[in-house]
């Protein structure tokens, strides 16, 4: 028996016969180059349903961080369709993502996801500097006057049925515009929102929301956090800094923020947003993302998004 595993795995060290490798493709999946009017090179990620679109085009979701989610995700969604015997409708997924192969380009993110904090002298409470972030309504721009025309110019798609999905400063972001423009997307998903950043800047957004709530259609904003982003990790905690990283997630308070911002949400008169708020057992702030991600995929696509709009 162990002849007979030795020389299987010899067998796989040979290398495979044929024309070379090639990257590997994904039907329906593209990528373009974009460049924005502040010079600012992206690279666009981009899945298209093989089922024709509705009489209205296909609903959209735009996902940040593309170098790091746009696989999985559009690879979970083609499978979960209607037509693959899943509950999802056909959508078209545009994420944005920066050059080169790094899942997460920090200094490009941390500019385009980060708000204005209140104040320069604070600085974001992190290792960042003042002068590397606090784009968000900048990016903002891009997507809103150079992305979403570029995507509805190539694609069949309804501007009435968009969504945007972020994690971390993904997640931030996505509050940001919900807070400051929410007439851009019907559905937020924000992802283990990096609400404590810069001392909590974003809470001067949500209170001028709650103190003039938008008219009009109700946004729906999914809110996800991993139940270890405020305690360590039982696996975590053999960690040579295991006791500096406990007190960082404490002080963060991840998951008590976030329950708190659903919880002041739900309470603004008029519900201008119908919230839903979901801790994933067993997740840290890393692994939460495709789970959270998925999710918001479901919210936005599944059977109780269709029903909404009955």
């Not at 974009?34 to 296909?58: D, M, W």
């Not at 049925?161 to 931030?172: D, K, N």
């Not at 040579?240 to 708190?260: C, F, I, T």
């Not at 603004?268 to 890393?286: E, K, N, R, S, W």
Request: proline share 10%; no cysteine.
């Amino acid at each position: 028996m162990l002849r007979t595993l030795a020389l299987a795995a010899a067998a796989l060290l040979v290398p495979l016969a044929g024309p070379a490798a090639e990257p590997a493709t994904l039907p329906g999946m593209e990528e373009r180059a974009l460049v924005s009017r502040e010079g600012l090179a992206y690279r666009i990620f981009i899945a298209v349903p093989q089922a024709p679109p509705p009489p209205n085009g296909y609903p959209v979701a735009y996902v940040l961080d593309g170098n790091a989610v746009f696989g999985t995700l559009a690879d979970l969604a083609r499978g979960q369709t209607r037509s693959q015997g899943g509950l999802m409708e056909p959508a078209v997924l545009v994420a944005i993502g920066y050059p080169g192969d790094a899942p997460i380009n920090m200094p490009r993110r941390a500019r385009d996801l980060t708000p204005a904090p209140a104040t320069p002298e604070k600085g974001a409470w992190t290792y960042l500097t003042p002068e590397g972030t606090g784009g968000a309504s900048a990016f903002l721009a891009f997507i809103e006057d150079e992305l979403k025309p570029a995507i509805a110019a190539h694609f069949p798609v309804d501007p009435a049925r968009q969504a945007l999905m972020g994690h971390s400063f993904g997640g931030l972001f996505t509050l940001h515009v919900l807070f400051t423009r929410p007439s851009a997307f019907g559905t937020y998903v924000a992802a283990s929102p990096s609400l404590w950043w810069a001392d909590g800047a974003i809470a001067r957004e949500e209170a001028a929301f709650a103190a003039h709530p938008p008219r009009g259609a109700q946004r729906r904003l999914l809110l996800t956090v991993g139940a270890y982003e405020q305690e360590l990790h039982p696996g975590l905690r053999t960690r040579a800094d295991a006791e500096a990283v406990a007190r960082k997630l404490a002080d963060r308070r991840m998951v008590d923020g976030a329950r708190d911002l659903a919880a002041r949400l739900a309470a603004i008169p008029g519900q201008p947003v119908d919230v839903a708020f979901t801790v994933l057992p067993g997740q840290t702030h890393g692994s939460a993302a495709p789970h959270a991600l998925l999710l918001g995929l479901e919210t936005f696509l599944g059977p109780a998004a269709s029903q909404a709009r009955q």
